[in-house]
Each structure stands twice: as structure tokens, then as C-alpha cells.
Nanobody
Framework: QVQVQESGGGLVQPGGSLRLSCSPS????????TAWFRQAPGKEREFVAA????????AYADSVKGRFAISRDSAKNTAYLQMNSLLPEDTAVYYC????????????????????WGQGTQVTVSS
């Protein structure tokens, strides 16, 4: 069984930065993908960013491209989401997810590609 642990959320002013961490624990394949999704109050969960651990291919939502960066440290079994130039509309609960096996590039944005999900971490952007 794989558990996904997130950390790093909090309150930040507009224009500020935060870094989220995600550590899938348990028996994970070396070619998994990790993704971040977010859900704001009254809205549906939406894709934010994803990375394939083997090869490092990434995908981003248009709304965060150029501001957010996803990376992974295989030695630490941790994925990171560096969020810069944060906007009030980035306020949401951020969920980390991990796949069971490899994910093809065209499916990185699909939540159905991910079997394991964390509990979520709150990110609030407000002055």
C-alpha cells in the first residue's frame, strides 16, 4: 500500500512563494508519475502540474505555466512544487497524487491516471 504525504502549505501574500513537498511511501515503481491537483471552494478539482520520475517529463496547467515548477528528488523519494508569483486565485487545497505504474505523456493531466492521493494541504494567498 502506498501512502502520499504532503507538506508546505500556508498563508502567503500575493506575489510571494511557497514550496510544497510530496513523498509517496511504500512500494512504488521507479517509473511512477506524481501530480498536483487543486480544489478551490465551490469549484471542481483541477490539474496543476505533473512529472514522470523516469525521464523527468513535466506538464503544467496554462494558469500556472511560468510561475510554478515541479521537480523530483529520487534519492529522497520526494516531489516538489515550487510556486512563485502567487495570486489570490491560487488559493485552494492542493492534493498530491501518485500513479501505480508509468503514465503516458498524454495522460499526465488526467486524475484517473493516479491511484494514490494525499489528504491535501491548504494554500491561501491573501494580503
Amino acid at each position: 500500500q502506498v501512502q502520499v504525504q504532503e507538506s508546505g502549505g500556508g498563508l502567503v501574500q500575493p506575489g510571494g512563494s511557497l514550496r510544497l513537498s510530496c513523498s509517496p511511501s511504500g512500494r512504488t515503481a521507479s517509473n511512477i508519475a506524481t501530480a498536483w491537483f487543486r480544489q478551490a471552494p465551490g469549484k471542481e478539482r483541477e490539474f496543476v502540474a505533473a512529472i514522470r520520475w523516469s525521464g523527468g517529463h513535466t506538464a503544467y496547467a496554462d494558469s500556472v505555466k511560468g510561475r510554478f515548477a515541479i521537480s523530483r528528488d529520487s534519492a529522497k523519494n520526494t516531489a516538489y512544487l515550487q510556486m512563485n508569483s502567487l495570486l489570490p486565485e491560487d488559493t485552494a487545497v492542493y492534493y498530491c497524487s501518485a500513479s501505480r505504474w508509468g503514465v503516458i505523456l498524454s495522460a499526465l493531466r488526467d486524475p484517473a491516471s493516479y491511484l494514490y492521493w494525499g489528504q491535501g494541504t491548504q494554500v491561501t494567498v491573501s494580503s
